[in-house]
């Protein structure tokens, strides 16, 4: 059972974007931490660097989170997109196999893509003051009209329909779970869990960057969030989001 994440719900039939309203209320001194934003519609969700998150009404899990990690200095925020990560595909592994965190934190099964992850910090002097943590899971949709490469549901994947209340239940008590771990200083289970969870780890791939296509092996992620790829000439390549592309 979820302590933190989910003890408060706000229901909404439709909105815009349930990070819009959950960063519009973040800064409100009545707003407990773990406070959920669950919408049964987007209008027009946002994923990463105003990629736009295609959803049918009614069949997917769209939720944000509201976080106060004052705790966690602002070189660490990546550490809250880790938990996340692992809590969303957590939750999504109580439904199927072959689940993985593609860096930084869509969730795959397979080379399919199933979840995303939209994180939005204000800082706090040398900390981070609120989070707000998008999830979006396709959990029912069967048809996908947008010109995403590789969207799947957990309905197209298992063949099954699910009530959504119990999905987000699950969601809570995985985020919760990990959210501990990060409170209580735990920073070596996170990290390890993650990159046992990540996407391509130690597998040599082809990926390409602002030199081109090249074979490498995802050897980590840095302290600050960035991708560690050793190429097969023996360099060693960190990148932030977007500077490189897998193949």
Known sequence: MAEIIGRKIIKLSGIDSTNNYATKIAGNSNIVEGTLVLANEQFSGRGQVNNIWESEAGANVLVSIVFYPVFLPVHHQFMLSKIVSLGVAGCVSDYTGGVKVKWPNDIYVGEKKVAGILIENSIMGMNIGWSVAGIGINVNQN?????????????????????????????????????????????????????????????????????????????????????????????????????????
């Not at 309905?155 to 209340?165: S, V």
């Not at 092996?217 to 840095?222: A, E, Q």
């Not at 060693?236 to 977007?242: A, I």
Request: charged fraction near 25%; proline fraction near 3%; charge should be neutral.
């Open 143 to 247: 048809v996908f009209r947008s010109n995403a490469p590789n969207p799947v549901s957990l309905a197209q994947l298992t063949g099954r329909k699910f009530h959504l209340p119990e999905v987000v239940n699950k969601l809570c008590d995985h985020i919760d779970k990990w959210y501990k771990f990060l409170k209580e200083g735990d920073d070596e289970a996170v990290n390890s869990a993650y990159i046992n969870s990540l996407y391509r780890f130690g597998t040599e791939a082809a990926f390409s960057d602002n030199e081109g296509s090249y074979r490498g092996t995802i050897t980590g992620v840095n302290e600050i969030g960035q991708l560690q790829i050793r190429k097969t000439s023996g360099a060693l390549s960190t990148y932030h989001f977007k500077e490189v592309i897998f193949l």
